[in-house]
């Protein structure tokens, strides 16, 4: 409901230096999740991740009780996730009632409906975060990462039409070289074509290039370490960019643990003061997983 945020002058000269949300999960998003346990029909604890909006805070709140009541059958094919229910423009919200989901009495999964307080509670809260990221820099780095990706893809598309066009050029050498063979034509014909087709050397057995070294990771957890997690949250607290609070099933019953965020390794930037917070995750992780 109300996100962490740091405004420290003595930082550097910029607001995006300034300005810091660390502390927050899934700074770069616009709603963090949750995970919802529940039984299924044959009574087998089930796991459901969400995101996690100020509805579902409020509907954990006596004082909003009011405000929310179970979405009748009949409105089933209208219903839309409060998340996503928000997204939509005034008109495009007509005929949809928004909904969040819950267990009843028996741990059994149900929707809920929201009313439109809950709904003007969700659009608020989603205003104030967007700006905190905005005042943070989130979306130029959002830009700057959508650049580094156009980047990658215009450099595979020229790598491919190049090794296309060095393949078109094999070919036509290798065919020259045949038809040379079969009419008795002089033998380094081929040669005007591809030069090292002359000298016998077939341009698909040059040296391969320098194998790709293996990507030396700043930090790092093991999937297969997080059973033995015991989440004293360190990782996730202080640096949310690359860890996440998840709830798993292990050994049949519901347990929160950390794991690392897919690709959140990706052209990262080491800074100074990332690397000592990745030094202090490293030296404070109780579980000693964190590599």
């Known amino acids: 409901m109300s996100p962490v945020f740091v405004h420290d002058p003595?930082?550097?000269?910029?607001?995006?230096?300034?300005f810091s949300l660390d502390g927050n999960p899934d700074v770069d998003k616009t709603w963090t999740t949750s995970t919802l346990e529940y039984l299924d029909d044959q009574g087998q604890l089930q796991l459901m991740t969400t995101p996690l909006t100020p509805a579902e805070f409020a509907l954990?709140?006596?004082?909003f009780k009011k405000q929310f009541r179970r979405l009748a059958p009949d409105l089933e094919a209208s219903a839309l996730p409060i998340d996503e229910f928000v997204e939509l423009s005034a008109a495009e919200r007509g005929g949809h009632v928004p909904f969040v989901y819950a267990t009843d009495d028996d741990r059994h999964l149900i929707k809920v409906a929201c009313s439109t307080a809950i709904v003007a509670l969700v659009e608020e809260r989603r205003r104030h975060w967007q700006t905190l990221q905005?005042?943070?820099?989130q979306n130029e780095a959002q830009l700057n990462a959508?650049?580094?990706?156009?980047?990658?893809?215009?450099?595979?598309?020229?790598?491919e039409a190049t090794q296309l066009r060095e393949t078109s050029l094999d070919d036509i050498a290798r065919a020259m070289s045949d038809l040379a063979t079969s009419s008795q034509a002089p033998a380094n014909l081929g040669a005007a074509v591809r030069p090292s087709v002359a000298n016998g050397t077939a341009a698909a057995s040059a040296p391969a290039g320098?194998?790709?070294a293996v990507l030396d990771l700043?930090?790092?957890?093991?999937?297969?370490?997080?059973?033995?997690c015991n989440d004293c949250g360190t990782c996730y607290q202080d640096l949310p960019q690359f860890f996440e609070k998840t709830t798993a099933i292990i050994d049949g019953a519901a347990r929160t643990v950390a794991r690392m965020i897919a690709g959140s390794l990706d052209n990262v930037e080491v800074t100074p003061d990332l690397q000592k917070?990745?030094?202090r995750v490293r030296g404070t992780c109780d579980a000693e997983i964190i590599k």
């Open 60 to 63: 954990g709140e006596v004082r």
């Open 210 to 212: 320098p194998a790709v």
């Open 146 to 159: 959508l650049h580094r990706e156009e980047v990658e893809a215009l450099k595979s598309q020229y790598e």
């Open 10 to 18: 003595r930082r550097g000269s910029t607001l995006r230096e300034r």
């Open 218 to 228: 700043p930090i790092y957890l093991d999937p297969a370490d997080e059973a033995l």
């Open 277 to 279: 917070r990745i030094d």
């Open 134 to 137: 905005y005042l943070s820099g």
